[in-house]
């Protein structure tokens, strides 16, 4: 590393512990009613909302009410989407005159951005019109990443409440969690990335005379006001098939800085947001300090193998460095984001370990805007469960206990997806029509595979690019990994908070053990990284575990 990288790596993990208490503050007061900021002059906009879609949100609702406006508005989203793209070939806003895509890939994308998965077995530019990208992607990327916090809001509020059965309107939530969080924020980055180069506009391709006197396209298009969401949701879909590593999204590096910093910034802000909400800023802060620490060893582990020798440059971008392409690649398979600036399938088998490893932890080294602090709140649930089974107490979180029913339901919430990667990569090597994709033998062909259903099943997005993604088995195959991955850990979640509700809180005795202390943290990151080993060992040793063992034999493949 130069003395510009550390500066700028030491800037980033700077920036991001400094703002996490100041947006957090900001959005706890926004989640609890209290007067903030942009509350008092956006405050008309949201009544009128309410009126228009004839919602109360004074009625609070109990988790399975909840739970049941959540999915049929997710469902609709989801068929939207999928009408959109099947009729984008006789619908406005298409300059390039696109066809209409087809159903298994159209289908696919549907349930990808619903989910907040964002991936992407497509080439934007050459599959999709400007009206399926806004109305379509940008309209669900800023509401799959308000689901995600709403479903965060309704878990903290069953932890905390005294002997309820409700646990706040999801209508409300995610009004909220849309009009003055995400976009505010989306608005005034998408200011500034236009403002540095990223395009936008509505104009049609350009046909240029390249200095070899011959023609090339070049794809235009709003891509900025995407770009801006993508990140700040932990969306990750890109505008261009190539994503952030295309000059269009990311020309500079302060874009560059600026949309790997957006990744982080509302997960990690939602935690010292929870802190407030429970009434304890030293939660939030404990849970912060284990998904920074797990996300420092990541990126120290990944910039490690990427820089060994000579380093590795392959499938970077010059602009960027290795240095930038790894801190990206590690932040965007922590936070569920996607996105990329580099090729993924080109990283060393030690970083790719990191990129994959970061997936299948499940999401939770800060995570999904929301989705990453209810997994990791899973998480929390079991370390205090097997915590109070080895001082022979029974286990108790902020004062509840925890009891048979949501032990379950958390480890229903943390294996779904473990099992479904596990499950759908088997047939994958198993089958023709998966190996038909594979385009490179042995241990990186499974990695391949592997990456992608823990890419799909974990709601990131992000893919080793080499595998053919866009056919009848990936596409369909992948559209039900997706699905399990984000339904079959919200379910358990608002089941769990609806369950807690009812919980009378405890005083703390001299036996409780606290949840927010050194000891906590470091049995924390235990329970988690013990959950990954256990699961994904073998099959990482059979992947980029045996390839980086080979690769110091001069194998390559």
Not at 378 to 386: A, C, G, I, N, R
Not at 534 to 545: I, K, R
């Amino acid at each position: 590393m130069t003395t510009l990288d550390t500066v700028q790596v030491l800037l980033y993990l700077g920036l991001l512990i400094a703002c996490t208490p100041w947006l957090g503050g900001y959005m706890a007061r926004v989640f609890t009613g209290e007067r903030a900021g942009l509350t008092g002059w956006l405050a008309p906009v949201e009544r009128c909302i309410y009126r228009l879609a004839g919602c109360d949100p004074q009625v609070e609702m109990r988790w399975t009410t909840y739970a049941g406006a959540l999915l049929a508005f997710n469902l609709f989203g989801l068929l939207a989407l999928l009408g959109l793209q099947l009729l984008q070939g006789v619908l406005p806003l298409n300059p390039q005159h696109l066809p209409g895509v087809p159903f298994g890939l159209a289908l696919n994308t549907a349930i990808s951005f619903t989910t907040n998965t964002n991936w992407q077995a497509y080439s934007g530019e050459a599959t999709l019109s400007y009206l399926t990208q806004m109305l379509g992607l940008t309209v669900q990327n800023f509401v799959s990443a308000a689901t995600g916090i709403a479903v965060l809001l309704a878990l903290t509020r069953g932890l905390t409440r005294r002997s309820g059965t409700t646990l706040g309107n999801f209508w409300a939530d995610l009004v909220r969690a849309t009009l003055y969080i995400l976009l505010p924020l989306s608005s005034g980055l998408a200011l500034v990335l236009v403002a540095q180069g990223v395009v936008q506009t509505l104009a049609p391709y350009i046909m240029v005379h390249t200095v070899e006197g011959g023609q090339q396209l070049i794809p235009l298009g709003p891509a900025a006001s995407q770009v801006a969401i993508k990140q700040l949701g932990t969306n990750g879909g890109g505008f261009f098939g190539v994503n952030s590593a295309h000059p269009f999204e990311n020309p500079t590096p302060l874009t560059n800085f600026l949309e790997m910093f957006a990744i982080l910034l509302i997960p990690a802000a939602l935690t010292y947001t929870y802190g407030r909400m429970v009434g304890s800023r030293r939660q939030g802060w404990a849970i912060f300090a284990a998904m920074l620490i797990l996300f420092l060893s990541g990126f120290a582990v990944a910039l490690t193998a990427e820089t060994g020798h000579t380093g590795n440059m392959e499938g970077k971008e010059t602009r960027f460095g290795i240095v930038n392409s790894v801190l990206w690649a590690t932040a965007t398979t922590a936070a569920s984001n996607g996105s990329v600036n580099a090729m993924h399938d080109s990283l060393s088998p030690g970083a790719g370990l990191v990129a994959l490893g970061n997936m299948l932890l499940g999401e939770v080294v800060f995570g999904g805007v929301g989705a990453g602090l209810y997994g990791m709140l899973m998480f929390m649930l079991l370390t205090v469960f097997m915590a109070g089974l080895m001082v022979g107490r029974t286990p108790e979180y902020l004062g509840k206990k925890v009891e048979a029913r949501e032990v379950t339901l958390a480890m229903v919430a943390v294996l779904a997806p473990c099992a479904t990667v596990l499950v759908f990569a088997a047939l994958a090597v198993l089958t023709p029509a998966g190996l038909a994709s594979i385009s490179n033998p042995g241990p990186h062909g499974l990695s391949q595979v592997l990456y992608a259903f823990a890419s799909t099943a974990n709601n990131n997005g992000s893919a080793f690019a080499g595998l053919n993604a866009n056919t009848g088995f990936y596409n369909y195959l992948g559209g039900i990994a997706m699905l399990i991955g984000r339904f079959a850990a919200i379910v358990p979640a608002l089941a769990i908070a609806g369950s807690m509700a009812g919980k009378k809180t405890a005083p703390p005795s001299p036996g409780t053990f606290p949840t927010d202390g050194a000891l906590f943290v470091v049995l924390l990151i235990g329970v988690v990284l013990l959950v990954g080993a256990l699961t994904f060992l073998p099959v990482l040793t059979l992947g980029p575990v045996l390839e980086h063992l080979l690769l110091q034999q001069g194998r390559v493949f």
